[in-house]
């Protein structure tokens, strides 16, 4: 075999991401007019929750020193600023803010990034990533984060109290599955019904200004 | 019996599990520190998590070795000889060493410790490897990714300790322990600090479309939109020269011999290494079960599919490396 140039193949996408990326459209978009109001009580719960959940992560996290990361995802209509150090924090920005470093793909790949169920460095080689700013950072935060096992529904899960102990999770999953078969036609005229809602709040802010 | 060892990478414990699950033999992991040569921000073993590892990797039958494998400075050893002292105390069942002080010190203090030579060492003929054996006891070489097939034949046949080869992963064109360009662009040293291209020198931009890397004051490459990109490497840099931009060394790529399984063992290897303690768990649960089958496949005469881990090469793309090459 001599030197071999591969096909390149998007990376897989399961429905159950599909679904969260249409929820964190729509929880963003719906968000944005009341700026961080509504979605920054959450944003504090989750993380204090992961660092309850995964101290060894956080540590590690702490050990990078004071600096903001921003995790932008492409697909969604906005981003968000990570804090690392000792007081660590997440909040949603205009994906123009200026960090110490930006990774930039889809939602969906992001979440299997923090999840541990992608390779980074094979998405980087794909350019389905992007990286700018501190590279010495992000390698440092991918390398936190892929050395526990973060599970969002495990995790977050716990956030819902005794409803997490409810046997919901198969059914929703299996849900998923069919949404996920059925995406063209349940969910894109969703994505296109929401990209309509986008783009009017969108002028709405270009007349503000 | 199996016709080869496999040898997986860990850079974290979670690493380390998802490799055992996945069907290693061996994992080789590093402590968190510059006494190995993947010494990445976050990554690595502390004392504590390697105890763990190894207790995991132990109670599933399989082995755990500890890299230490970067050259110590003059006078300052310590950290070296701590991370052989702590290695042993753990319950690793090798170390894996270059340097000749600290085979020397590991020889005398831990005559129980089976000692392995780095490819760090870049020892490529049988009078240097028969020193290392007969000096310091070393019972297995890694032999430098710059050999052919037929100089591993050879090679292996004139010693008398086990040869390990890589298999999959980074493709380091250069002979190891003895590459300058990283240590010329950063003056941080990948064979004294143990880090190649250190993410603290590496920058990415955006211009327009493109995508380029740089590394200390050098750009190292300009991906177009779409094309596969790389690690920030001087050796796999595409300069300009003449008004033509190429690659001078090597391009952005990764080694992929699996399809010289048949090769490798007529030519009397006996373990097959993964490169790639920096990649995520993810990568090496993928690459380790995909190597685990082509093995087992390969075991029992079935054909097997030396093509499956093409979607996480470095630039999209692999290469049989010195294995099967001609040198230009």
């Known amino acids: 075999m001599d030197d071999r140039a591969n096909t390149r193949r998007p990376p897989e996408r399961t429905p159950e991401r599909t679904i969260e990326t249409v929820v964190a459209r729509l929880g963003l978009t719906l968000a944005q007019p009341l700026g961080g ?13 992961l660092a309850r959940r995964h101290p060894d992560a956080f540590e590690r996290m ?3 020193g004071e600096a903001d990361l921003l995790v932008d995802p492409s697909d969604l209509p906005a981003a968000f600023l990570l804090h690392v150090g000792q007081k660590p924090s997440l ?6 803010t200026v960090a110490t470093a930006r990774v930039r793909g889809a939602f969906a790949a992001l979440l ?11 998405l980087f080689f794909s350019r389905d990533l992007t990286i700018e700013g501190d590279t010495e950072l992000v390698v440092g935060m991918r390398n936190a984060l892929d050395g526990e096992d973060f599970d969002i529904a495990e995790d977050f899960g716990s956030l819902f109290g005794p409803l997490a102990r409810l046997p919901l999770r198969r059914p929703l999953t299996s849900l998923a ?33 | 019996m199996a016709s080869f060892e496999l040898i997986c990478p860990a850079g974290t414990l979670a690493a380390l599990r998802a490799a055992v699950d996945a069907g290693a033999d061996s994992v080789y992991v590093g402590f968190r520190d510059e006494t190995n040569a993947r010494n990445f921000p976050g990554l690595n073993f502390s004392r504590k998590e390697l105890a763990q590892g190894v207790a995991y990797a132990h109670a599933r039958g399989k082995q755990v070795f500890v890299a230490i494998n970067t050259y110590p400075t003059a006078g300052n050893a310590g950290a070296w000889h701590r991370a052989v002292d702590d290695a042993a105390d753990n319950g690793a ?23 392995h030579l780095s490819v760090q060492a870049s020892a490529a003929n049988p009078e240097a490897i028969g020193l290392y ?21 050879k090679l292996t046949s004139e010693i008398d300790i086990d040869t390990e080869v890589f298999v999959f992963g980074g493709m380091c064109p250069m002979a190891e322990g003895r590459c300058s360009l990283s240590s010329y662009a950063t003056g941080r040293s990948p064979n004294r ?48 020269t003449h008004d033509k931009a190429s690659y001078l060394f090597e391009e952005p790529t990764s080694l992929n011999a699996l399809h010289l399984l048949p090769d490798l063992k007529a030519a009397g290897v006996k373990a097959l290494k993964i490169e790639g303690r920096q990649r995520g768990k993810a990568y090496i649960a993928e690459v380790v079960s995909a190597c685990r089958l082509a093995l087992d496949r390969f075991d029992r005469g079935l054909p097997y599919d030396a093509t499956v881990l093409d979607r996480v090469t470095e630039g999209g793309k692999d290469t049989a490396g010195a294995y099967g090459r001609a040198w230009r």
């Open chain 2, 193 to 240: 600090n143990g880090v190649c291209s250190p993410a603290s020198h590496v920058r990415y931009e955006t211009r327009g479309s493109k995508l380029v890397s740089r590394l200390g004051a050098f750009t190292i490459n300009t991906f177009d939109e779409e094309e596969p990109a790389g690690y920030p490497t001087l050796c796999k840099g595409r300069f300009t």
């Open chain 1, 37 to 49: 109001r509504l979605i920054q009580p959450v944003l504090d719960l989750m993380i204090s929750t």
């Open chain 1, 177 to 209: 599955g069919v949404l996920g078969n059925l995406h063209e036609v349940l969910l894109a005229p969703a994505l296109r019904r929401l990209e309509q809602v986008e783009r009017r709040l969108g002028r709405l802010e270009e007349g503000k200004r």
């Open chain 2, 93 to 115: 069942d090798a170390v894996i060493l270059a340097d000749l002080g600290l085979l020397d010190y590991a020889a005398r203090s831990r005559p129980k410790l089976r000692l």
């Open chain 1, 62 to 64: 702490a050990e990078l």
């Open chain 1, 91 to 96: 909040r949603v920005v205009e994906r123009s």
């Open chain 1, 112 to 122: 299997d990034l923090f999840e541990g169920r992608i390779d980074g460095d094979a």
């Open chain 2, 133 to 153: 054996r007969d000096a310091f006891g070393v019972r297995r070489v890694v032999l430098p990714r710059v050999l052919t097939i037929n100089d591993i034949a």
